[in-house]
């Protein structure tokens, strides 16, 4: 990994730049994809459930792999809007969120029994983008930032890095040819869809400014202070 730069926020206030004006393709591509995916799998899921309640299997549950992801509901922002924040304040390139949906993917595959549902699509975002940030770029924001962007706590994010990376086997090497292959996966999902766009290969910086504080278990616009999510 490339070596981690921390920053120290405390003394300055942030503001979005006109560099962030316009939303990067990936972000409406995985965005759509991702949501047909959670609202699959949250079908799925019920569906499950109500079959295991009938036989008086209540107790039985799908895997259990994903579980430190969980929060006690669905946070109430959207995917699209999550991505967008985390684009906008975290200063990471486009080709982080294509890296962190490769991540995703891989623990789709090595834990088949676990979804991604409503209940841990963002924290499985936050945590994927991070260590994918921290793969591709040159600089990069500490935990403790991309915490209050994502609404979780330092020490939360902190075990869920962790808890990734031990799900991956600490696979999380991307090659130019297997991020091509997810690019290409992504645009052809969208042209399914009748939409036709491209994602933006290059790795391009943004800028970051006035953070507004949320939590991924209440994101209300009255902007509540950070606090850790019962799981």
Avoid: W
């Avoid at 926020?9 to 409406?28: G, I, K």
């Avoid at 569906?47 to 895997?63: F, K, M, P, V, W």
């Avoid at 109430?76 to 975290?90: A, D, G, M």
């Avoid at 052809?188 to 933006?200: A, D, S, T, Y």
């Amino acid at each position: 990994m490339l070596t981690t730069v921390g920053y120290n926020h405390q003394s300055r206030q942030l503001e979005p730049s006109l560099a962030e004006a316009s939303t990067p393709r990936v972000l409406t591509i995985l965005s759509s994809v991702l949501e047909k995916l959670v609202a699959r799998n949250d079908r799925l899921r019920d569906c499950l459930s109500a079959e295991l309640d009938e036989l008086s299997l209540g107790s039985a549950r799908l895997g259990k792999s994903f579980n430190a992801f969980h929060g006690v509901r669905a946070p109430n922002i959207s995917i699209p809007k999550y991505l967008e924040r985390l684009y906008k304040f975290t200063d990471c390139s486009p080709s982080c969120f294509v890296v962190g949906y490769v991540y995703i993917d891989r623990l789709v595959h090595r834990h088949p029994d676990s979804l991604v549902i409503s209940l841990n699509v963002h924290r499985l975002l936050v945590t994927s983008v991070m260590v994918a940030s921290k793969m591709l770029d040159d600089e990069h924001y500490n935990n403790a930032f991309f915490a209050r962007v994502g609404g979780v706590s330092n020490a939360e994010l902190n075990r869920l890095e962790l808890e990734l990376l031990f799900l991956l086997d600490f696979g999380v090497a991307v090659s130019s040819r297997v991020f091509e292959f997810y690019c290409l996966h992504l645009e052809k999902e969208m042209m399914f869809n009748g939409i036709g766009q491209k994602i933006e290969r290059a790795i391009i910086p943004s800028a970051v400014d006035d953070l507004t504080e949320i939590s991924v278990d209440d994101t209300q616009s009255s902007s509540p202070p950070l606090k850790s999510l019962g799981l």
